[in-house]
């Protein structure tokens, strides 16, 4: 599967912005999908997951009641919405898919990944 992430840009702190996780195939449905962010001079870390059938979520502390992670299935997409963000939210995001659903949000494990799309949140 190809993913690809838009959505990012500039925006103050305080501010919200929309993600957008595009994926190739008929089998988008299959797979679990996360977010993924990367800031300057740090690791990659875990933002939010999602089930196959959107039902279960999961969420960093950072972003828990900040963001929000969903899918349509139907148009291969998932989001990721952010709100109230703060110039430590600053990073690049990926979004990534998870085959067999065994990954735990293991970056390690995640079988696809998407370019990032860049966000960044002035104070």
């Known amino acids: 599967v190809q993913l690809q992430a838009s959505g990012g840009g500039l925006v103050q702190a305080g501010g919200s912005l929309t993600l957008s996780c595009a994926a190739s195939g008929r089998t988008f449905s299959s797979y679990m999908m996360g977010w993924f962010r990367q800031a300057p001079g740090k690791e990659r870390e875990f933002v939010a997951g999602?089930?196959?059938?959107?039902?279960?979520?999961n969420y960093a502390d950072s972003v828990r009641g900040r963001f929000t992670i969903s899918r349509d299935n139907a148009k291969n997409t998932v989001f990721l919405q952010m709100n109230s963000l703060k110039p430590e939210d600053t990073a690049v995001y990926y979004c990534?898919?998870?085959?067999?659903?065994?990954?735990?949000?293991?970056?390690?494990?995640?079988?696809?990944w998407g370019k990032g799309t860049l966000v960044t949140v002035s104070s």
């Open positions: 990534a898919a998870d085959r067999l659903g065994g990954s735990r949000w293991v970056i390690s494990a995640m079988d696809y």
């Open positions: 999602i089930g196959r059938a959107g039902i279960g979520t």
